[in-house]
């Protein structure tokens, strides 16, 4: 058994990292009018720049640009498509971690006009960070899946005068998002990833009733994500490899959601057409191992096992422990080590060091070389 070629690698990680302190300091000032928007995008340039040499010095095959340019992992982009625009009403989304509890309010989307791509959304993003990784690692570009739009507001959110009924809506979507998929395959990505926390939220029953209270479908709601993003990359050009990642909310350290895959797991892993699935596995909370059991032949799973809420450092029996469990499900071959989610989903970032950081991602590379090379 061998390190792969092709992503996802048997070491990656799922996106975002921990923005330095000038670069927040630096999007402070821009904030308050001190500096122009030149000079932050030379700061985050240069962030950027280092943080990929940091990813390739710890023998990671792929690099992100750690997300430095953006407030968080989803509405940066939503709010790019054209169709959508942030409102006035205030979302609440509750989140806990071990120590107690903590609310994120966030601004609430409304769909008030037809769902178009204008731009190639972060295609200068994309074309900087491909040329900074150049041959040495692979240039990999996270954006929302698209059940991320309708998740944030459901159908309260779509105005009726536009989408009558959601089939219009639905198609509008995955159209903009294949438009997407096509535009940044043709700037060079090979590796794509769709971050969907909608459909690990699914697996909590206290998730569904929200769900069912704001009148949508929530025994049914996975099926409706699963064909949306099908229908999203069934076009994608031949050499870009997809993949999902599936949290359950990670916020300074917190969580919004539990319960294992088991609610979403045959139709999930028989039925999404994507590459690997990147899942949360770092505690009791993420379930346990058995929904692996759907994944079909080929397709690969990202085993999120390095915990990103906390600084304290795995260790390697443990690690390969939990991946010789996980073998019993899916053959080893088909499985990938990460860490469970990003370091900085939002610009605030997880509650653990930069030192920390790295020494996790390094921690993944080292345990996935003795594992399958």
């Keep these: 058994m061998t390190l792969r070629d092709t992503p996802p690698f048997r070491a990656d990680h799922v996106g975002s990292l921990l923005r330095p302190p000038r670069l927040l300091r630096a999007r402070e000032q821009r904030a308050l009018g001190e500096i122009t928007a030149e ?41 790019r498509l054209g169709g959508i625009r942030p409102t006035d009403e205030k979302i609440q989304v ?34 900087f960070l491909r040329a900074e990784a150049g041959d040495a690692v692979t240039a990999k570009l996270t954006i929302p899946s698209p059940s991320m739009v309708h998740y944030r507001g459901g159908r309260a959110a779509i105005d009726p005068a536009v989408y009558p009924d959601e089939e219009r809506f639905w198609a509008d979507l995955s159209a903009a998002y294949a438009e997407q998929v096509r ?19 699914l697996n909590d029953p206290a998730q569904r009733r929200l769900l069912t209270d704001r009148g949508d479908d929530a025994e049914h709601q996975h099926l409706r994500y699963i064909r949306q993003i099908n229908a999203a990359i069934a076009g994608r050009p031949a050499g870009l490899n997809v993949t999902t990642h599936m949290c359950r909310g990670n916020f300074r350290s917190s969580w919004a959601a539990e319960g294992g895959y088991d609610f979403v797991a045959e139709a999930l892993f028989s039925e999404l057409a994507v590459d690997g699935f990147f899942l949360e596995y770092d505690d009791d909370r993420s379930g ?32 390969k422990r939990r991946i010789d469990e996980a073998a019993r499900y ?28 790295v020494a996790k991602l390094r921690l993944i590379a080292e345990t996935a070389d003795e594992v399958w090379s």
């Design 39 to 79: 000079q932050l995008r030379f700061v985050e340039d240069d962030a950027i720049r280092e943080v990929v040499r940091m990813q390739r010095d710890v023998g990671l095959r792929s690099a992100t640009d750690g997300e430095f340019r953006r407030t968080s992992w989803h509405m940066d982009f939503i709010y």
């Design 94 to 127: 509750h989140f806990r971690n071990e120590s107690g509890e903590l609310d994120f309010e966030s601004a609430a989307l409304a769909v008030d006009g037809p769902i178009t791509l204008g731009e190639t959304i972060f295609g200068d993003d994309f074309a």
């Design 183 to 201: 535009r940044v395959a043709g700037l060079g990505c090979r590796y794509l990833q769709l971050d969907d926390t909608s459909l690990a939220y």
């Design 288 to 319: 346990g191992f058995a929904p692996l059991r759907f994944v079909p032949p080929g397709k690969m799973v990202v085993l999120g096992l390095v915990t990103t809420k906390r600084g304290a450092l795995e260790s390697k029996d443990d690690l």
């Design 330 to 357: 899916v053959p080893l071959e088909q499985l990938c080590l990460s860490p469970q989610c990003g370091f900085s989903s939002t610009v605030e970032g997880n509650v653990l060091t930069y030192d920390e950081q």
